[in-house]
Each structure stands twice: as C-alpha cells, then as structure tokens.
C-alpha cells in the first residue's frame, strides 16, 4: 500500500464491489439532493403562494374580480397559477359556467364546482408529492449499502490478514479505512435525505390541510350565493 | 402580487435546473473538501505520532536505509571480488612459476645424466681421454657455473615468494577489516529484524543488556536461540528470545559469502540493548 494513504489511492485500490457501492451511494446522493432541492423550491413557492393569495381572497374583494385578475395574470407571466388559486378558479369557473346553464338545480352546480376542485386539489397534492417516496427510499436504503460496502470490505481485509504469515495492522488497515469509507457515503447519503423527507412531508401535510380548509370554506361561499340567487328567482 | 418575483426564475422547469446545479456544487465542494482533508494527508499523519519520533525518523526514509545497506553490501561484495581477482593472479603466478622450476629441474637431471654418461665412457676409456681432460674440467666448470645460477634463481625465487606472501597477509588482515565492516552490516541487519517482532516487555529498561547465541544455517534461518548472559530481567530476555523465533529467518544473509557465514553467522553471538531495539 505505500506509506501514503489518501482518499484517491483508497478508492482507486478497493474492489469492484467496493467501487460499485461507492458510485451507487454517490449516485444516489446526487439524486436525493437534486430532488431536496427542487423540493424546497416548490414548497417554498406554494407556501409564499398560499399565504398570498388567502390574503387576497379574505380582504374582501369581488371574487369575479379576483378571477379576471388571475386570468390576466395568467396571460401576462409566464407562471402558471399554482396552489390554492388553482382550487378557487377552477371551481369558480365551474360554478358561473353551471350556472348560466338554464333550469339547473342549485345542489347540482354545488356538487359540480365540488367536484372540479377535488381534482384540482388532487392534482395539486401531486404536483406537491410528487419524488417524496424517492427521498424515502434513498433515506432507507442507502445505509444498507454503506452497510452492505463495509461488511464486504472488513471480510476482504481480514481475507488478507489470513493469507498473511505474520499479522499486522498495516496489512488490515487499509482494508478497514476504505470499508469505513463506505459507510460513511452512506450515512452521508441517507442523513440529508431523512431530514428532508421528514421536514417535507410535514409541509405537504400542512399545505394541503390548507387546501382543504379553503375548499369548504370556498363552497360554503358558493353554497350561499347559489342558494341566495336561486331564492331571487 | 403581479410583480416579476425572483422565485419565478427558480420555477421554471419544475426548478430541476437548480436543484441539480446545486446538488453537484454540493458534491464537488464535499470532494473537495474529503481530497484535501489534512487528516487524510501525510503531514498530519506524521505529526500524529510524536510517541514514535525514533521511529519516525528511521522509518521516514526507509529507502534511503536500504540504500545504504545495500550500497554497503554491494561494497563488500566488490571488495570481495577483487581480493578473489586477486588471489586468482597470485595462483596463476605460482603456478607458471613452478612450471619453471620444474622446468629447470628437468634440465638439471638431464645434465646430470649426460655427465654420469660420460664419466663412464670416460673411465671405460681413461687413456685414451686423457687428452681431453682439459676440455671435460671446462664443461665441469660450466656445469657449476650452471648450478650455482639456479641456486641464484632458487634464491631470487625464495624472496619474491617471501614478498608475495607477506602481500597475501596484508591483504588478509586488509579482508579481516571489512569483514569485520560487513558483519557489523549484517548484525545491524539481524537487530533491525529483531527490532520489528519485538514486543516491548514494560519491565524493559535502558542499560540492561542481554546476550543471546543464535544458530544459523546459509539461508538466514533460525536453528536455535539460547541466552547465555541474562539481562537480569527474565522479561527481557524472553521478550527477546521471542522476537528471534518470531523472526525465523533473516533472509539477507543468504547473499552473504560463505566463509564469513562460517567465520562469524553460523553460531552468532548477539548483544541485545533495550535502546538498540527501540531504534
């Protein structure tokens, strides 16, 4: 091995099977921080989204209003309309649109406004879903390669230590060092990748308890305007 | 509300292209840091062990040791050969001077049968030689004059032989010298070895000394270890005879020359010091 030991020599002399773990933990190491990242990113704009937009909605402006500034919104930027908006113009627009519709029952244009925005908001929790299993998987399973790594290195340091007439810890050490190694990405891997699991299923849970709160809320609304128009007639 | 925000960027496709900007900033910063890592490097390593500054310090350039050690050996090796050139022309010498002599030798016994030869036709024909006498005291004379200068080459002969004999000495007492230079090689060698097995007894103290006679056989293998002057300390001694056994054999003294084998290796006597297994 040579009186210098260093992370490159480590790597470049491990087995196959040690290369192969190592570039598997490092694959899935990119991978688990590629998706906490673009996780946050979408998390962190549905959150901003949600606040903003239950500001708008509750001060009290016609929601008509509201709509066709979305629409305009929608035309001006090249964002989509994302989160609990989503909800509110896809229900809103079902409900004009039934009810322009002649002689409809005010329970059946409830139940169709209902309906489109329990898509919307199932379409939503998708988007907002979407790659959290993979952070899971990475959290689990990587340790078990780290671990998988290890155990195959120490069993080969100690192969050698057997073949060896005269024991000593230069002969086991480097062995050891670059099984440790593999652990280690492991745990490097898997570290990040439970934190963030934990941490966004936590805010996905919030933030479609909110969608849910706002669509009964938002119906209730719609309850009361069907039922009132419907009165006048 | 509908103001260009900066999250607008981030979101563009789904915000992968950041994530994985990201993501591999992450990994090359942590490569970075895992490649130049001082406690993975040798400095540090080193600095590490202060315990073992002796050792350090002969095991910091072992290369170079060896390279001592072997400029040493291959010295004696040299030196080795030229005293055998030598020898070999000393040999050569001796030999065509005694096919001289011999050489002479003959020639003294052919005119000694020649005269014999003639001293019998000359008593067979007394009267008649009479008148050749003169002649015949002349080749007498000569015959003399013949032998006195082989006595004189015999003579010149005894003291180039006396020269070249008192030369060999010199020479031999000049091969005792480093002889004695590649056995100190070849001890410090065995110490060394030893050194390497060796399992400090922590009663083991600087000043004790023990002596130990190993038996060796030409392939630098251990026949027996007994000590015969003990430390004073049964730990030590052990420790050390356990180093000896532990070491088994000492390959280097394979390509050692085998009177020096048979001079000083095949019963060694060793002096074994605390402070020289240290080293």
């Known amino acids: ?233 | 509300m509908n103001s260009f925000h900066p999250m607008a960027l981030l979101l563009k496709h789904e915000g992968y292209p950041p994530a994985v900007v990201v993501a591999t900033l992450i990994h090359g910063f942590l490569l970075f840091i895992l490649f130049h890592n001082p406690v993975m490097s040798n400095e540090l390593v080193n600095i590490d062990e202060p315990i073992y500054i002796n050792a350090t310090t002969a095991e910091q350039n072992p290369q170079r040791l060896r390279r001592i050690q072997e400029l040493e050996l291959q010295r004696t090796r040299e030196v080795e050969a030229q005293r055998q050139r030598e020898r070999d022309a000393a040999a050569q010498r001796a030999r065509e001077e005694e096919a001289r002599q011999q050489e002479v030798q003959r020639e003294t016994e052919r005119l000694a049968q020649q005269r014999s030869e003639r001293e019998l036709a000359q008593r067979q024909q007394q009267e008649a030689e009479a008148q050749r006498q003169a002649l015949e005291q002349d080749r007498l004379d000569q015959a003399r004059i013949e032998r006195e200068r082989q006595a004189q080459i015999a003579r010149e002969q005894e003291v180039a032989r006396r020269a070249e004999l008192e030369r060999q000495q010199a020479l031999a007492s000049q091969q005792a010298a480093s002889d004695a230079r590649a056995v100190d090689t070849y001890v410090a060698i065995i110490n060394r070895t030893v050194a390497s097995y060796w399992d400090i007894p922590p009663s083991a103290r600087n000043g004790m000394t023990a002596v130990l006679a190993i038996r060796l056989v030409p392939t630098g293998e251990v026949i027996s270890v007994e000590v015969l002057q003990s430390s004073g300390n049964a730990a030590f001694d052990r420790s050390v005879e356990q180093a000896i056994r532990k070491a088994e054999r000492f390959p280097e003294l394979r390509d050692m020359s085998t009177t020096l084998f048979e001079t000083s290796f095949r019963n060694l006597t060793i002096t074994f010091r605390p402070e020289d297994l240290l080293r």
């Open chain 1, 1 to 233: 091995m040579g009186e210098s030991m260093n992370i490159w020599s480590m790597i470049v002399d491990a087995t196959w099977i040690g290369k192969l773990v190592m570039l598997s933990l490092l694959v899935l190491s990119v991978m688990s921080w590629v998706i906490i990242v673009q996780k946050w990113i979408i998390i962190k704009d549905a959150e901003r989204e949600l606040f903003n937009f239950e500001k708008l909605f509750w001060s009290g402006m016609d929601l008509s209003q509201l709509f066709r500034d979305g629409t305009t919104k929608l035309k001006k930027e090249e964002l989509t309309i994302i989160g609990m908006e989503n909800l509110f113009r896809s229900g809103f627009k079902e409900f004009t649109r039934l009810r322009q519709q002649p002689g409809i029952d005010s329970d059946a244009v409830m139940e169709g406004s209902q309906r489109a925005m329990r898509v919307a908001l199932s379409r939503e929790e998708r988007v907002l879903e979407k790659h959290l299993p993979i952070l899971a998987t990475v959290a689990s399973v990587s340790v078990y390669i780290g671990l998988f790594g290890t155990v195959w290195g120490i069993m080969n340091a100690f192969f050698d230590l057997a073949n060896q007439s005269q024991a000593s810890l230069a002969v086991v050490a480097p062995g050891i060092a670059e099984a440790l190694f593999a652990t280690e990405m492991g745990l490097f891997a898997a570290i990040p990748a439970v934190l963030a699991f934990n941490r966004y299923s936590a805010s996905v849970n919030s933030i479609s308890d909110s969608y849910y709160t706002f669509m009964d809320e938002f119906s209730s609304i719609l309850h009361r305007q069907a039922h009132s128009k419907r009165a006048e007639d």
